[in-house]
């Protein structure tokens, strides 16, 4: 690092004194968005749940000596120059990195490992990626069904790629991911929903797992031991208690109604006295703001069947519902969403129309998108809304479509998929584990 002193000779009077700091860059970190590759010798060290041994483990100290010679040498380690940096400047530039660079740079040294590692620097990470304006650190997860036939793969795009039309490092365009290897290869897996970076999953064989797509890292949940026909789960974060929530409507062979839900903190599950009736309208609920949202309808003499959407906080643990947005006219289909910090509703109309209804004190209508010369207009059944971008962009899901629409001039980009998108899933690439709180 120089720091040098001087006066700026231009402008009238005096000249003013002028800093300028000249830092020397960590190697291959000079732009923020490049992928950095690890070296050779320690390809094997990113962080992956088949790769961390105990400390006292044979292999986990052959490697820290092979880091530690790597280190040693500064004629071949640019890394061993990052020593004489102050440990708030590299905290500072670390923090801002993709997860999946972090992981590898868990490798560089046991102090590196340490930091990245650390409660602080994973939420201190979470926040500035969860708050990234462009969503530079936020991918999807979804499927494509041909149908009758499914993939049993998740394909993953970065959003980027999306909205900017190139590949950041987080993922590229359209990249396949096995998730079902996780328990076994005949075992098919949906997502449920996401948070902080970590997915919840379900099976075909009534398993649940938590799991971070980025470090790959997953935890199979323990199991009610309850006998049902059907289960609607939702998952989030209770900020009061500090803990990761799975929330399961379990609908028993009994003809009962049970909820329960799973606290990562206890690994464990409690029934919750919720007078509960009606049907859910939703397999994978909505997480948004601490609380888990779903659509049920019943049947009343009065009015006949009624929808209203459903709310639970995952903090208080408190039940209530709420009525849907009053419309002028009632939609052919309808998908309940989130939007940020926002519950969302998708109203689809035969009248080649699509109306986005958000919800933070009231129900607005967010924005009106005509689908008139769209191909998939009448895919009305097949949508879903992703997310919203601060300049007013909605990326929503229309058949085999993914749509970018501009409010400002009325227009949409389409990016076509191989069939019909499903279980798609809007997440953050964060370093959150799914076994520690």
Same mark, same amino acid.
């Given at each position: ?249 379990? =609908? ?121 010369? =769209? ?63």
């Amino acid at each position: 690092m120089v720091v040098a002193n001087g006066t700026n000779a231009g402008g009238g009077g005096g000249g003013a004194l002028r800093s300028v700091i000249i830092i020397f860059p960590l190697p291959s970190l000079a732009s923020f968005s490049s992928p950095y590759s690890a070296p050779p010798q320690f390809s094997n060290f990113a962080m992956d749940s088949s790769s961390h041994e105990p400390e006292n483990h044979p292999n986990y100290l052959q490697k820290e000596n092979k880091i530690d010679q790597y280190l040693d040498g500064s004629n071949s380690n640019p890394f061993a120059r990052t020593r004489d940096l102050p440990i708030e400047l590299i905290n500072e530039i670390l923090v801002s990195l993709p997860a999946k660079s972090l992981g590898r740079f868990t490798c560089v040294s046991k102090s590196w490992l340490s930091l990245i590692s650390s409660p602080e620097f994973i939420k201190a990470h979470l926040a500035i990626a969860s708050g990234s304006d462009d969503f530079g650190h936020h991918c999807l997860i979804f499927r494509v069904y041909k149908f009758p036939n499914c993939d049993p793969h998740h394909r993953k795009y970065s959003v980027d790629s999306l909205f900017y039309g190139a590949s950041s490092e987080t993922a590229s365009p359209n990249e396949v991911i096995d998730v079902n290897h996780l328990l076994n290869p005949n075992a098919l897996v949906w997502p449920v929903s996401s948070c902080n970076g970590l997915v919840c999953m379900k099976t075909n064989n009534s398993v649940l797992l938590l799991f971070n797509p980025c470090t790959r890292k997953f935890k199979k949940l323990p199991q009610t031991g309850l006998e049902y026909r059907t289960a609607d789960f939702g998952f989030g974060y209770d900020k009061l208690n500090e803990d990761y929530k799975v929330f399961g409507i379990y =609908h028993l062979i009994s003809s009962r109604t049970e909820i329960r839900v799973y606290s990562l903190k206890n690994n464990s599950w409690r029934n919750l006295k919720i007078r509960y009736r009606g049907i859910c309208r939703d397999t994978c609920l909505q997480y948004a703001c601490g609380n888990v949202f779903w659509r049920r309808s019943e049947f009343t003499q009065s009015n006949g069947v009624r929808d209203i959407i459903a709310r639970f906080d995952l903090g208080n643990e408190y039940y209530d519902e709420m009525d849907l947005p009053d419309t002028e006219s009632k939609p052919d289909h309808h998908k309940l969403g989130a939007l940020g910090d926002c519950i969302s509703l998708f109203y689809i109309y035969r009248s080649d129309r699509a109306d986005i209804w958000k919800m933070k004190d009231s129900w607005t209508k967010f924005v009106s998108i005509s689908l008139v010369d =769209h191909p998939a207009k009448d895919s009305y059944f097949h949508t879903q809304v992703v997310c919203s971008l601060k300049n007013g962009e909605v990326l929503f899901v229309l058949g085999a479509y993914f749509l970018l629409y501009n409010p400002k001039t009325d227009t949409y980009k389409s990016y076509p998929q191989t069939g019909t998108i499903g279980n798609v899933m809007f997440y953050v690439e964060s370093l959150v584990s799914p076994n520690v709180v």
